[in-house]
């Protein structure tokens, strides 16, 4: 039971990657007023990243988390 539902996150995990980066790439193709995304996708990551950079040790810890997670 436990391993069908690490299954599911892991497939929603990787879903969810793939439509991130379907999103900058039609973004980059389109520009940030593409009728079909709903907003600035890549100014969002920027802020994200941002945000992880400007915390320091805590965010160094979290992008070591992140890189943990996805290279599962």
Do not use: C
Not at 11 to 30: H, M, N, R, W, Y
């Amino acid at each position: 039971m436990l391993d069908n539902v690490i299954g599911w996150v892991k497939k929603l995990t990787e879903a969810g990657v793939s439509i991130i980066a379907l999103a900058v790439v039609v973004q980059i193709i389109f520009g940030s007023q593409a009728a079909f995304l709903p907003g600035d996708v890549i100014a969002r990551l920027t802020d994200i990243i941002m945000g992880l950079g400007s915390a320091n040790l805590v965010g160094l810890i979290a992008v070591g988390l992140l890189y943990k997670i996805f290279t599962k």
